[in-house]
């Protein structure tokens, strides 16, 4: 049985995507998916969002089509296929927290190889992105893996790479203000949510962490409050800008 909340908060939704201001294609990682959380329905209540996210996929794997999660047939199926006034990109998490020491380690290449090769598999699929119309990229979030633990499915799936969290951070850190860099050079619009994300230790801000400890992502209602205020210009500025206009 549907519960009047779940009846409700779906009415809502079919109200909003009918009179959105903005539609929104999100393609991504499995962090991707906080834009399917239903605060914002009132937090960006004129924006509407479709998420296209695939659980593990990782900004390194864009340059393999025939990469175990598939990820870019199905971020270049929704570029094709799903109308929209703009684009949200967000990966690398699985890449700085995991791959890229998994991939140094395998085949005996140094970190800032396997680095380079990430960045540089990034940064040609958002021109691929951007030359769709106008796209904005999110920051990596940071790791929320601490040091020697393996609970939940991810921890224990990423439990070959022992390096400390801080190095991880560290790594995370480097990753997206190379990202950003790229992006301001290309006309991409860039959301570095680096300064609101990490703690005065030098990880994660403590209270992002996600309640449920088997679970990596952020703290969902925290995390959307922090990504809609900091986007919310991105929607507004072209309004000003447009009211400005003769």
Known sequence: MIKPG????????RLQRRFAA??????GDSHARIFNNYR?????PRVHFHVAAKGGATASGLATPASKTQAYQLFRKALDEVPRDR???????VDTGYVIWYRARKHQASVEEMFGRAVKTYSDFLLEVAA???ALVVSAPLPTIADDN??????????EVTVPQRQRTGLTLAFNREMEA??????????NLDADCLGPDGIVRADLMNPNPLDHHYHKGRYVRLVARRLRPWFEEERADSGAQP
């Open 87 to 93: 684009v949200v990109v967000q990966l690398g998490e």
């Open 150 to 159: 393996d609970w939940g499915i991810v921890a224990d799936l990423r439990k």
């Open 22 to 27: 903005h539609r929104v294609l999100v393609i």
């Open 40 to 44: 914002f329905l009132f937090l960006l």
């Open 132 to 134: 769709t119309g106008r």
């Open 6 to 13: 779940r009846i409700l908060l779906n009415r809502i939704r």
């Open 182 to 191: 790229f992006c301001r050079g290309h006309g991409i619009d860039y959301l």
